[in-house]
């Protein structure tokens, strides 16, 4: 299998129907392979080899531009605009109201980073992969010659004043306090010393970035567990010179696939035909199709689609099996040249897999297995995907 993808990826132009195919029965992690593929399949890398280095470089060098703009040049500002006593009075200050003025902007991108720094602190807790410092932290930030505001400080000084509402889209209201710790809180987290960062900062910094760039969505929860399988893997690329560089190209990556998918955390557009719940009503029609048993007891448990579906399909399956298991069923999705069809069908399949216990099982039963889902052989999801999709 190694030899096929190389062969495929030695050609001067890769042929993306013979790298999809390849691509869709899983990517082998040796030498880099899934980095390279992904990056290929999420529209990152053109086709034609002989452009890759220098699209890489363009890249990597905007993404260093918007470190500079969003992130040293707001904490440079804040470190001088309390220095002299004329530049508050008369430009601008705190209490501006103006909503043009550098201080408002700089209070509502620290409401988005809290919501952000709360969501990636939590990535993937039962690994230590994203505690750890990472191998190449960004000199650009970390110089220790730098007086300026970072995220990290940011983060710190806003925590202390506030206290914190998150309200989710089914309406509940989470209240955090500082004061209030849970055991699994922030201080269980230990903050690397200076000059050292760990991955999940490596992400809150992509995702920041990512809501400065993208005002009309911004963050929205969730998000946090679309970057993290990215990153994961490009942090953990065998070929060094493509790991040092997992920040920018994670930031790329992931905006691409933002971009075919950001309709589903778009709340106006929840009921249009390319939002969520057109997507979740779609899983029901389809298993409808393959399974109308199964389909009629859902229904007459009454058991809607968006108590499940919508963290499945909104999340691409990141939050119902561990994260290996998820980029193995992620090699299928980026290969699909349908663009996430298959990914109703994955859902319909575990479904169809578990159809026994939810014909024998009332509600409440029903309920804790949809929303914990039982198996965790992923190989038999996607076979069970594949067949459904076969027979069509």
């Not at 010659?145 to 089914?170: D, G, H, I, P, Y």
């Not at 578990?354 to 999801?381: A, K």
Request: glycine fraction near 4%.
């Amino acid at each position: 299998r190694i030899a096929d993808f190389q062969e495929v990826l030695g050609e001067p132009t890769v042929a993306l129907t013979k790298l999809r195919d390849l691509c869709f029965s899983g990517i082998p992690f040796d030498g880099g392979l899934r980095c390279l593929c992904w990056k290929i399949l999420l529209n990152y890398l053109p086709l034609e080899k002989s452009l890759w280095s220098s699209l890489l470089k363009k890249q990597r060098d905007l993404y260093s531009q918007f470190l500079k703009e969003m992130i040293i040049q707001p904490g440079i500002a804040k470190a001088n605009l309390g220095v002299s006593r004329e530049d508050v009075t008369l430009e601008d200050h705190p209490l501006n109201p103006n909503p043009d003025s550098r201080w408002n902007t700089y209070f509502k991108d620290n409401e988005v980073l809290l919501q952000i720094d709360k969501d990636v602190r939590r990535l993937y807790p039962d690994m230590a992969f994203f505690q750890r410092p990472t191998d190449y932290p960004c000199l650009l930030i970390l110089d220790p010659q730098n007086e300026f505001e970072t995220l990290r400080k940011r983060v710190e000084q806003t925590t202390l004043k506030s206290q914190t509402v998150a309200r989710n889209r089914s309406g509940v209201t989470n209240v955090s306090s500082p004061l209030k710790t849970t055991p699994n809180s922030l201080s269980e987290y230990e903050v690397l010393p200076n000059g050292c960062e760990a991955h999940w900062e490596v992400v809150e910094r992509i995702l920041f970035i990512y809501a400065k760039l993208n005002p009309g969505i911004a963050y929205v929860q969730g998000m946090n567990e679309i970057v993290g399988p990215l990153y994961y893997t490009f942090a953990t690329d065998p070929n060094s010179e493509w790991k040092e560089h997992a920040e920018a190209d994670t930031f790329f990556c992931f905006t691409n696939l933002m971009a075919e998918i950001r309709d589903n955390f778009i709340k106006s557009l929840d009921d249009s035909q390319c939002g969520i719940t057109y997507k979740m009503e779609k899983v029901y029609s389809t298993l409808k199709e393959k399974d109308v048993e199964l389909y009629l007891k859902l229904q007459e448990q009454n058991i809607k689609p968006q108590f499940f579906a919508f963290r499945w399909l909104t999340l691409l399956l990141s939050q119902e099996f561990l994260l290996p298991d998820v980029i193995r069923i992620w090699d299928s999705l980026f290969a699909d040249d349908k663009r996430f069809d298959f990914l109703l069908l994955v859902c319909c399949a575990m479904l169809t897999l578990i159809r026994d216990q939810l014909l024998e099982g009332d509600f409440t039963l029903n309920m804790r297995l949809l929303q914990d889902y039982p198996i965790s052989d992923v190989h038999l999801i996607l076979k069970k995907a594949k067949e459904l999709q076969d027979s069509k």
